[in-house]
């Protein structure tokens, strides 16, 4: 891909410059205001409240968060059943993302103004990394899907909304071959799952293609049946193929019906530093070709919408080594984004310059200390 094949869009920059949270998980009332630093370094003890503020401006982009939990589940336990998470924009927009007490559904607003959820995702793009993640490839193929098609879905938010589609199909077609649904009937759903599985495809091929061009330290790759058809034919071509392949497969064993597409599809990295499947290396180069991984996502974002993202890094530090470390902190302070990081100790990100470093305890925010030169 040559770099005139991504688009790029006039700047459109909307970093927090202020966020507050009321009853959220253990902070009663927390505030934490930006002035020009692009790295918030929060540190604390466990169970401070560290990882609550990640998860409240994850909130803002308009998606469940990033631990996905039940909406309920964020409220303060002692509080009254609802919270909210209230931020303002470099730009001088406020967004808000609450839960009402009794409710069992967020909401948001954008300057006083309700609007959906998925609204959100314009004002802000928001990408994180958790310890979930840090075992990512070394963990079930499932797991992968999950991470890579959110990633693929920061550009096209109805890639997430195929692959919801895909399920509902594929679990209907199981109910219909269980119950001896007839030759039309199924053959109208293999269509259906045909083309929605062929479009699902294309876009994890499309983001492996795109994010390759600035991920200098790896590549992304996905492999799986219905990408190998798409990859071999076109689209409409590949999208027959893999009609007729489910034509073929109608048999349930026991109860299941098996078949090959794009649910069972996995993604890889290779690191091209050590020449090495990311797989077989050691957790800590896991770690950093991970980072690397979303650094280049940060650029793609930045290139192709103009906006800068904000990067989450719970638990930033682990696994990395002092090299790896310092690595780390000259790539933040270079990316075209806000950071927001975590850790127990703040002596560990005294490297890093243009950062506000705020302490969590107990749910509080306290000794909020800004460094320009990394002192």
């Known amino acids: 891909m040559d770099a005139g094949s991504i688009p790029t869009l006039a700047s459109n920059f909307k970093m927090i410059k202020q966020i507050t ?19 918030i370094i929060i540190t604390g003890e466990n169970g401070a409240g560290k990882t609550a503020v990640l998860e409240a401006v994850s909130l803002l982009g308009g998606e469940k968060g990033l631990r996905g939990v039940d909406i309920q589940m964020l409220s303060r336990f002692d509080g009254n059943g609802g919270f909210s998470v209230f931020a303002t924009t470099e730009d001088e927009s406020d967004i808000c993302v609450f839960l009402n007490s ?4 967020r909401h948001a607003k954008i300057d006083n103004e309700n609007v959906a959820l998925s609204e959100l995702a314009k004002k802000l793009r928001i990408v994180w990394l958790t310890p979930k993640e840090d075992r990512i490839f070394v963990e079930s193929s499932a797991d992968r899907r999950v991470f890579f098609d959110r990633l693929a879905a920061s550009f096209e938010p109805s890639h997430i909304g195929r692959i919801s589609r895909l399920n509902k199909l594929m679990s209907e077609r199981g109910g219909a071959i269980k119950n001896g649904g007839d030759k039309n009937w199924l053959d109208a759903l293999d269509k259906q799952i045909a083309a929605t599985s062929v479009s699902v495809a294309a876009g994890r091929i499309r983001y492996a293609s795109e994010i390759n061009y600035f991920f200098e330290n790896g590549a992304v790759s996905v492999n799986g049946f219905v990408e190998k058809l798409l990859i071999e034919n076109n689209d409409a071509l590949a999208e027959q193929k893999y009609f ?41 180069q896991q770690k950093a070709i991970l980072i690397d991984l979303i650094l280049a996502h940060a650029k793609l974002i930045h290139i192709k919408t103009g906006q800068k993202p904000l990067i989450l890094l719970d638990e930033a530090v682990a696994h990395l080594d002092s090299t790896a470390r310092l690595k780390l902190f000259q790539d933040l302070n270079d990316s075209d984004a806000q950071v927001w990081a975590t850790g127990i100790d703040i002596n560990i990100f005294k490297n890093i310059p243009n950062a506000l470093f705020v302490t969590c305890q107990n749910g509080r925010i306290s000794n909020i200390v800004t460094s320009t030169n990394g002192q």
């Open 21 to 39: 949270l009321t009853d959220f998980r253990n902070h009663t009332s927390s505030r934490i205001k930006i002035d020009n630093e692009k790295n």
């Open 244 to 284: 007729e392949y489910l034509q073929n497969n109608r048999d349930l064993i026991g109860d299941k019906m098996i078949i090959d597409g794009v649910h069972k599809s996995d993604f890889g990295v290779f690191n091209k530093k050590l020449n090495l499947p990311s797989e077989i290396t050691s957790t800590g």
């Open 102 to 105: 009794g409710d069992n559904n």
